[in-house]
């Protein structure tokens, strides 16, 4: 009697467990969404942690991303998610001591780093619901470099006037990580790169930035088809 009681139970469990397998199949089936393009942009807030000793402060600076984006369902919660951005990056930065001068000869001071690129970030989002959690790798190119010495009143007798996008490595990379969420059409976040490469190559850029990396954190909003 016990044993027949015990058996009707068991049954009675495998019975649901296949139900609730079958409706989650049927679920992902029919909510998996298609794939969609859009266009996005936001604000980008930037910082280099730059490691020199001659570096007595260091604030973050305000720029922008925009460009293209798609979302490619592998099923109803994984996707791919490849992108194509204009994103600035930099920092302003305070140099000071004898050294900057004798040994770079520049004035200690305040210099401000605006770089800009073109990034391809490529991210695995996984989607619960509206909310979506993504991370992966980027590559980004370097396009343009500006660097501007904020003390000198006259910038040809400083040799940061002579600095111009070769003395950046165009390429950076790293990864990138964040939350976002959907809703119809619109799609909303905030992500965090974190670049692996130095961005001065060689010269006064490379003793400016020495040991720096890109570290950019966005917040943006994006219409989908």
Do not use: C, W
């Not at 991303?65 to 490849?82: C, T």
């Amino acid at each position: 009697m016990l044993k027949n009681a015990s058996n009707k139970k068991f049954a009675g469990i495998l019975a649901a467990l296949f139900l609730l397998v079958g409706t989650a199949h049927t679920y992902g089936q029919t909510n998996n969404p298609g794939p969609k393009f859009g266009i996005k942009g936001g604000l980008n807030l930037s910082q280099l942690y730059v490691d020199q000793p001659t570096v007595e402060d260091e604030s973050m600076k305000a720029g922008f991303n925009f460009g293209v984006f798609g979302k490619i369902p592998i099923n109803s919660f994984l996707a791919v998610q490849p992108e194509v951005l204009y994103s600035n990056a930099g920092s302003k930065v305070t140099y000071g001591g004898s050294d900057l001068e004798n040994v770079l000869g520049i004035e200690s001071g305040e210099v401000r780093f605006n770089l800009n690129y073109v990034q391809v970030p490529v991210a695995l989002a996984v989607n619960v619901g509206p909310l979506n959690l993504h991370a992966g790798p980027y590559l980004s190119y370097l396009f343009s470099a500006n660097v501007k010495d904020l003390k000198q009143s006259d910038l040809s007798s400083s040799d940061i006037a002579t600095l111009d996008t070769d003395d950046f490595n165009k390429l950076d990379y790293g990864v990138m990580f964040g939350v976002g969420f959907d809703v119809k059409a619109v799609t909303i976040g905030v992500r965090y790169n974190y670049g692996f490469r130095e961005i001065g190559n060689s010269g006064v850029a490379g003793q400016l930035t020495e040991n720096s990396k890109n570290g950019v954190g966005q917040i943006y909003l994006g219409f989908g088809l």
